[in-house]
Antibody, heavy 119, light 111 residues
Framework: QVQLVQSGAEVMKPGASVKVSCKASGFTFTGYYVHWVRQAPGQGLEWMGW????????HVAQNFQGWVTMTSDTPLSAAFMELSGRGSGDTAFYYC????????????WGQGTQVTVAS | QSALTQPPSASGSFGQSVTISCTGT?????????VSWYQQHPGKAPKLMIYEVTKRPSGVPDRFSGSKSGNTASLTVSGLQADDEADYYCSSYAGSKIYVVFGGGTKLTVL
């Protein structure tokens, strides 16, 4: 079955960057969208952007433009999200999620990666 | 502040029904039939429960149903069970530029 497995928790200092991975299995890793969603402690969900691994194009939400980069490695069936930790406000769980079309639904989710930004 | 408005909490007795609302605008909920609902248990990833307003993914019980009227979508959970106690988030497609917006979430308590 479809499974998304994310890399482990990270601690980073403000101004540093971290790269979170999301490895997919159980389906052909092309023709789909991989999304990234942020959830700050005790808060709701916030869509960050998507990457289409097949085409390599991305769409990053305005709030995350300039400090989030999304990439993919199709042979590895993996997607990556690199973010620059601006401050403690970026401390959150970061989820990857898979969609089979561009209608805005997220069919499958990774387990989440906790990123802590602290000096 | 979330783009879609949900009540922060909802509750219902075991076996009863509860409905959670999700209010947006004509640019999201009212403009597209692409409303989704997600269930999130504490410490877990969200799970898709409803998509395209009324459709259920394989494996989701038919106790979960969705509807929409104008700019407000709703999730109804009938025959409440203990495991239904969770946070529920709505989302809507909002056009190719913004793409998707979420509600702030509703904590469902089963009494």
């Amino acid at each position: 079955q479809v499974q998304l497995v994310q890399s482990g928790a990270e601690v980073m200092k403000p101004g540093a960057s971290v790269k979170v991975s999301c490895k997919a299995s159980g389906f052909t890793f092309t023709g789909y969208y991989v999304h990234w969603v942020r959830q700050a402690p005790g808060q709701g969900l916030e869509w960050m952007g998507w990457i289409n691994p097949d085409r390599g194009d991305t769409h990053v939400a305005q709030n995350f433009q300039g400090w989030v980069t999304m990439t993919s490695d199709t042979p590895l069936s993996a997607a990556f999200m690199e973010l620059s930790g601006r401050g403690s406000g970026d401390t959150a769980f970061y989820y990857c999620a898979l969609s089979f079309d561009s209608s805005g639904r997220f069919d499958h989710w990774g387990q989440g990666t906790q990123v802590t930004v602290a000096s | 502040q979330s783009a879609l408005t949900q009540p922060p909490s909802a509750s219902g007795s075991f076996g009863q029904s509860v409905t959670i609302s999700c209010t947006g605008t004509g640019s999201d909920v009212g403009g597209y039939n692409y409303v989704s609902w997600y269930q999130q248990h504490p410490g877990k990833a969200p799970k898709l429960m409803i998509y395209e307003v009324t459709k259920r993914p394989s494996g989701v019980p038919d106790r979960f149903s969705g509807s929409k009227s104008g700019n407000t979508a709703s999730l109804t959970v009938s025959g409440l069970q203990a495991d239904d106690e969770a946070d529920y988030y709505c989302s809507s497609y909002a056009g190719s530029k913004i793409y998707v917006v979420f509600g702030g979430g509703t904590k469902l308590t089963v009494l």
